[in-house]
């Protein structure tokens, strides 16, 4: 697990090199640094950080191509820096300083489960902006041995409760079959089955979930899974769970946070909602938010189990009505129910919402009336509408129906939802405004020892990165699986979806045309302004035959392929 957060800490700082090593501007190298030195954390223990408990970065190991070339390059770095660390443990003559550190770290975690008494330091929270006056609270555990004992306890709780969720539950599961890919992929042939019938589809969101669960009502859903492995969990684990609540109160953490001017913005924006003050009144009457024990961390390695512990009863719920015609699935608190039949769709739909009051749990308004255009895709708990053929403006019905950030057409088209979209476009800007900030708008702060034309020319690389991949015959390697098309999978190659595409490659031009005529613009006259031929492209990503998501590797399920 060390190693592990370790790669992740070397792929962050990987990501920022490219600006700080082209920069000659102090003030924004001194920025980067802080920014790498903030996602490491502190021990108990001598206040030990990741980096601390393996070896550095330059006595890491190199694997051997034939293993590089037989596996994932980030797999075969880890395996073989694991492999070096055992080898150095067991040599008594060894004598580094990460050796002695990762000993006392793994005595002091040792002695913090077998005391049975286990209690977690307060995570450290980040609002982020999620949308226009709206922010995400996220909190992230800086305590090293907290987080190892987090993290392995989510591992080892999934790995028992499995067998015990639903397969209509697709986030944070055990087996590699039931996840986001296999969501969309079986929603989409579900369309197909009834591909002459009207089907009728509901939608349900819960009002920011992880700061409104209350805690008793995790403790309760944990319980009652225990209660039915009893021989599988361990009176510490009984403690480890109680205590990661009480480390987060979601309310009462940001009030005691914020009081840098900044935060304090934030803060209003996370708490102006008139619809959640509402929700929250409803269900708990006249008393403060703060003082009620609201919130799981978000961000926090067993977050997600104690979500799929709580909705467990939702999905009892719902498929407890099942026909065989029924099609429910649920990643997170994302949630749609699909039925051939209206009334049986909105009887299902009656049923989680049922749920949902007796959880404890605000849902955002439900829409029963809408007519299909842009104010329809706004919505966030709608239905049951009917997933047909219809006409801008149509009364209770849709062409597409939007799930897990991507937009499926009633005849099995699939596409990029259009805020995801949106989002990648301001990516791109975001990259020119940081390549601005490291060397300045006419590049006065460019390391004079750089050529011009080379930095423009890494530059543009970095953005097929965050794009596409770095290029079309490397597209089963790191690049390609880690790009934003390939988050995106199962997108067919439609009429909507190239334009989606033409819309990104545009949008990527016009960074690199204001780029090389500002901040990098070559004394060289006559240069084209981008160098990107179609299979560098968005639209090229799209029509390539080895696409990394068409591809299964998984036994017994159907590639994208072979749809």
Known sequence: MLVRMR??????????????????RPKFCR???????????????????????????????RPRREVRASMDCDKAQENALVAKMLRDIEDD??????????????????????????????????????????????????????RIIIGRL?????????????????????????????????LRDFRLRYLNRKLYVAECDIQKFFDIIHHDVAMDAFKAFAV????????????AVRAYLESYSSFRNLEEDADVPDEQKKLVGFNSSVKLRKAIKKIYGNISPRSLPLGIPQGGALSPLLINLVLHRADEAVLSGDDGELFYARYCDDM???????????????????????????????????????????GKSKGPYAWTDCRYGGLRSSPWVSFLGEQIRFDGEVRVRLE??????????????????????????????????????????????IGVGYSPWECMG???????????????NSRWTRLQMKKLDRSRDRVISAVKHGCLKSKKEGEPTSFFGRPFSYRGFLEREERPDKYSFMDGVPAYGEW
Not at 124 to 137: A, M
Not at 366 to 376: A, N
Not at 448 to 464: A, G, K, P, Q, Y
Request: charge should be positive; include cysteine; proline fraction near 3%.
């Open 336 to 378: 749609v129910i699909v039925h051939p039949d209206v009334k049986k769709c909105k009887a299902a739909f009656d049923r989680y919402l049922m749920m949902m009051e007796s959880l404890r749990l605000p849902v955002h308004p439900v829409t029963r009336g809408m007519r299909y255009g842009k104010e329809f895709f706004e």
């Open 93 to 146: 003559g060894l004598s580094a300083d990460w050796k002695g550190n990762f000993l006392a770290l793994s005595r002091r975690i040792r002695t913090r489960i077998d005391s049975g008494e286990i209690s977690f330091k307060r995570p450290q929270l980040h609002l982020l902006e999620k949308g226009r006056n709206e922010f995400r609270c996220l909190a992230t555990y800086e305590n090293l041995a907290d």
């Open 478 to 492: 790191n690049s390609a699986d880690r790009c934003w098309m390939a988050a995106f999978p199962g997108i067919t």
């Open 228 to 239: 039915a492995n009893e021989s599988e969990i361990e009176p510490w684990m009984w403690s």
């Open 154 to 186: 989510a591992t080892y709780l999934r790995d028992v409760f499995d067998s015990q969720m639903r397969d209509n539950s697709y986030a944070f599961r055990k087996d590699g079959k039931i996840k986001h890919l296999t969501a969309i992929r079986t």
């Open 31 to 61: 920025e980067i640094n802080a920014q790498r030195l903030s996602v490491v954390g502190g021990d108990d223990v001598d206040h030990l950080k990741v980096s601390d408990c393996v070896p550095g970065r330059r006595y890491w190991p």
């Open 7 to 24: 790669l992740r800490m070397a792929m962050k700082r990987h990501a920022q090199h490219f600006y700080r090593s082209i920069s000659d």
């Open 420 to 465: 995801s979209v949106e989002k990648q476009q301001q990516k791109l800007q975001k990259e020119k405004g940081l390549l601005q900030r490291a060397i300045g708008k006419s590049g006065v702060f460019l390391k004079r020892t750089l050529n011009m034309d080379e930095v423009f020319n890494r530059f543009c690389s970095r953005l097929i990165s």
